[in-house]
């Protein structure tokens, strides 16, 4: 079977079962392809993650999943370790934004990787914020740089 052209119409998937499509015959202006490099001539974003409030459930750790979104806001409301994540993927990149709620601590799985090798200690003042900005360098290392007191309160 050939398919010669297709526009502005919907396929079942089930429809084009065994069929090989030739997306690179296609031009569009509102089409990302997946296998090939793409220029935006608008910003792109999502909005961040809410993880909301953590009050020290399920063991006290927080596990993200990379492949849910890139920027992920988190308030601590107990100590907290974030340990390493699911759905990696190298190249990826994003960020952490944290909201103190009192005097708690941050630790990280050994996949979040900070300058000199050690994290910094995040903010113990309730209503200071930390951002941690990553960049996943492969399947268990996140280059990660901490920005203490982001509303520099202190």
Do not use: C
Not at 29 to 56: C, D, E, I, M, R
Not at 86 to 110: A, D, K, R
Not at 116 to 142: C, E, F, L, W
């Amino acid at each position: 079977m050939v398919l010669t052209k297709i526009a502005n119409s919907s396929i079942a998937t089930s429809a084009v079962e065994g069929i090989k499509l030739n997306v690179n015959s296609v031009a569009a202006a509102n089409v990302v392809y997946t296998h090939k490099q793409n220029a935006f001539s608008n910003a792109q974003y999502g909005t961040p993650k809410a993880l909301g409030v953590y009050h020290g459930l399920a063991g006290n750790t927080v596990t993200l999943t990379l492949s849910d979104a890139n920027h992920y806001t988190l308030t601590t409301n107990a100590n907290l370790t974030i340990v390493n994540p699911s759905g990696i993927n190298t190249g990826q990149g994003g960020s952490i934004v944290l909201t103190s709620n009192g005097s708690y601590t941050v630790s990280w799985g050994s996949y979040w990787r900070f300058a000199s090798g050690t994290a910094p200690t995040m903010s113990t003042v309730a209503g200071k914020q930390d951002r941690i900005d990553y960049y996943v360098a492969s399947s268990n290392t996140i280059h990660t740089v901490a920005t203490i007191d982001l509303l520099g309160t202190a």
